[in-house]
């Protein structure tokens, strides 16, 4: 599952990112901020206007990605 | 080696305190806020540590990671490594982490202990991670780390003690370097979670806090509400409490200089004291209240952490008109100036967005503006109420404010669909926890500003007064002329001549010679047309008497849109020569304001006339 597809407030963990081409710089960071195996993520919020960005959820971080950015990142909903 | 100055590098994460254990340590009233990337230029302080040793802290910009990719990530490391030209290597590196959000930042500090250079850690904010029931076990973390651990509180007197009597000390030894590649950068996270287990312990992730003033802030409906609500109330309130204080100023100034004009005899020095110097910068000057009112809605708002919720909710709308909501930011610190808004773009890692973001930057109402349609308002348009709670006069405020922003969406639109360059854009933002705004930050925030105003009034402002003084008096009328004499002096001809270009947006002489003058500083449109009439002798009841009796509804609503849009001041073009080193993007930017304000000032002018 995408984390772009992820509901609202559920708990999730984050399995990798995936590069969208190669020598992603966006992908790239996304892992240096700490979107790698096994860290628990969540939707907080999701922006006014077309559902753009969300507001991600991870660690004690809270990052604004657009849902180009998110798709990048496959998730793992568990039962937590 | 007590007698040596140790050069020492504060660096960490965005918005971990830097700043503010930068301004502790040093005594200095840098910029702090609640964002990231409000460093965008490195500082450097110096102090005297209690065993006499000189210690030279330099603070660099916020960054995640040592990534080769980004610019700005390089070039920290090349300071931190000595390898940036003309800077040699700190003897000591204070890395700063946020106590509350380690598991972000402690992969940074590995990061930089690979360098293999003496590193101290700094936790900072341990008052909010006590606050919030984080224990951390410092001495254990210190073992894991193979680091010295101090804790420090960078917004309290004293909370940088621990760090000062840490780096006094010996230099701590140095872990070996080791390589940079892409796998053991992902080790980097396996390490980070091993130390985190066995050191802190966290109750909940988050605030309680901010997920409760979040489910608002950032609610679909409610947010944008709520923001809508916060930006008409800042400028409603630089109305309604900037507005009497100044009007004080402005009378007090002309009591003043009614005053010395009995003092002085006759002549071209009492009409220099008078004219220009009461005259002219007297009504400038009696813009500070207002201009002060404004900084301080923007300083509270930058400290609370409150801004990049707001990105967060324009973001899509930003992005549709060509920008991101990484420029929010930048573009709301240009309503204070459009030059720290320039630079503030800094922060946008996307080259494109940045340039979009710096071209529209200087349409969004800057505080020197604020003299210019203050007056004009004052004058023009009547105090009613509408709906029985607004002013009219704060709802035109309110409109030309309207205006610039949407002539940025415009601008920012067409930038947009003429760009060749359609890959992706990131945003990738962090979000700060809310913060309650310290009084202390907010008061020098102020003095500084109030600083630069009154700098600007006596240095350039008051250079300008005395020029359009003396080109308004000089040369004197010939024998036997008839016209007033300010017809003869030079003013008069630059202005007239000046007029054929203007004339179509509906400036008399007097408002096309005013802008001369306004494009060195906005503000100096004021001194500049109260000096111009008072020589002309047509002031005598006030500047703004004269200019209802001399132009029109429709010159003046005109001069506002011209306001509005109009390419000024060569500060700021010349802030865009610097920081995308091209003059074609200067010339642009001054084209097409040129263009767009004479284009709207024209439509405005004919109109208004057409419907009088």
New interface residues.
């Given amino acids: 599952m995408r984390l772009s597809d992820l509901p609202k407030g559920a708990p999730a963990v984050v399995d990798r990112v995936h590069d ?1 081409h190669a020598a992603d ?2 992908a ?7 979107f ?1 195996d ?2 628990p993520v969540r939707v ?7 559902a ?2 969300l ?1 991600i ?1 991870i ?8 849902r ?2 998110a798709h990048r990142v496959t998730v793992r909903q568990e039962a937590a | 080696m007590s007698a040596s100055t140790l050069r020492i590098a504060l660096v960490g994460n965005p918005n971990c305190g830097k700043t503010a254990l930068f301004n502790q340590l040093t005594g200095g009233r840098q910029k702090v806020a609640n964002y990231a990337g409000v460093t965008i230029e490195r500082k450097e302080g110096r102090f005297m540590a209690p065993s006499g040793r000189l210690l030279q802290i330099l603070d660099l910009p916020g960054t995640y990671s040592f990534d080769a990719n980004s610019p700005d990530e390089q070039i920290t490391r090349d300071v931190l490594e000595g390898n940036y030209p003309g800077e040699a290597a700190p003897d000591l590196i204070v890395c700063v982490a946020d106590a509350t959000n380690l598991r972000l930042h402690l992969r940074f500090v590995l990061e930089v202990k690979r360098l293999g250079r003496p590193v101290v850690l700094a936790l900072n904010m341990m008052d909010a991670a006590q606050r919030r029931g984080i224990e951390i076990d410092v001495p254990e973390l210190q073992r894991r780390l193979g680091l010295p651990v101090v804790e420090t509180v960078a917004v309290k007197r004293g909370g940088a003690l621990a760090l000062i009597e840490r780096v006094d000390g010996e230099v701590p030894v140095t872990a070996p370097a080791m390589a940079d590649d892409p796998a053991s950068r992902a080790d980097l996270h396996a390490q980070v979670r091993e130390i985190l287990s066995a050191t802190v312990t966290m109750p909940r992730q988050t605030a309680v806090m901010d997920d409760a003033l979040d489910r608002w802030a950032l609610h679909p409906v409610f947010g944008l509400a709520i923001l809508a609500v916060v930006m008409f109330l800042v400028f409603q309130a630089v109305y309604a409490a900037g507005k009497p204080m100044s009007d004080l100023i402005g009378t007090g100034f002309g009591w003043l200089g009614g005053h010395v004009a009995t003092l002085l005899p006759a002549g071209p020095l009492q009409s220099l004291v008078v004219n220009g110097l009461f005259g002219g910068l007297g009504t400038v000057l009696g813009f500070l209240p207002v201009i002060l009112v404004l900084f301080f809605f923007i300083l509270v708002l930058e400290e609370s952490g409150y801004l990049p919720r707001a990105a967060f909710l324009l973001d899509r709308l930003m992005m549709s008109v060509g920008l991101t909501g990484r420029s929010f930011i930048p573009l709301l610190s240009s309503f204070a100036c459009a030059i720290p808004g320039i630079m503030g773009t800094r922060s946008i890692q996307d080259p494109r967005d940045r340039l979009a973001t710096i071209l529209v930057a200087p349409l969004m109402t800057c505080s020197a503006r604020l003299p210019v349609y203050a007056l004009l308002i004052g004058a023009f348009i009547p105090t009613h109420r509408v709906l029985g709670m607004f002013n009219l006069q704060g709802l035109v405020l309110f409109a030309l404010y309207v205006a610039g922003i949407l002539g940025a969406m415009a601008v920012g639109w067409v930038i947009k669909h003429i760009r060749r360059d359609k890959s992706e854009h990131a945003l990738l933002m962090e979000l700060p926890s809310y913060r309650m705004p310290k009084p202390r930050d907010v008061a020098i925030g102020l003095y500084e500003r109030g600083g630069i105003f009154l700098k600007r009034l006596t240095g350039v402002i008051l250079a300008l007064t005395v020029l359009m003084w003396f080109i308004s008096t000089f040369p004197s009328p010939p024998a036997g002329a008839t016209g007033p004499a300010i017809n003869y002096s030079f003013a008069g001809y630059i202005g007239r001549g000046l007029q054929y270009i203007f004339a179509p947006i509906g400036f008399n002489w007097q408002i096309s010679l005013a802008l001369i003058p306004a494009f060195a500083a906005r503000e100096t449109a004021v001194a500049a047309l109260a000096t111009v009439y008072l020589v002309g002798g047509e002031a005598s009841g006030g500047l703004s008497h004269a200019l209802t009796g001399q132009i029109s509804l429709a010159s003046a609503l005109s001069l506002l849109v011209w306001f509005a849009y109009a390419p000024q001041c060569m500060s700021t073009l010349a802030i865009i020569r610097r920081e995308t080193n091209s003059w074609r993007n200067v010339a642009i930017s001054f084209g097409y304001m040129f263009g767009m304000a004479y284009a709207a000032s024209f439509l405005v002018y004919q109109l208004a006339s057409w419907l009088a």
């Fill in positions: 969208a710089p966006i790239q960071r996304l892992r240096d901020l700490g790698v096994g860290e907080v919020a999701i922006g006014p206007l077309g753009d960005p507001l959820q660690g004690s971080t809270r990052f604004a990605l657009r180009s950015e």
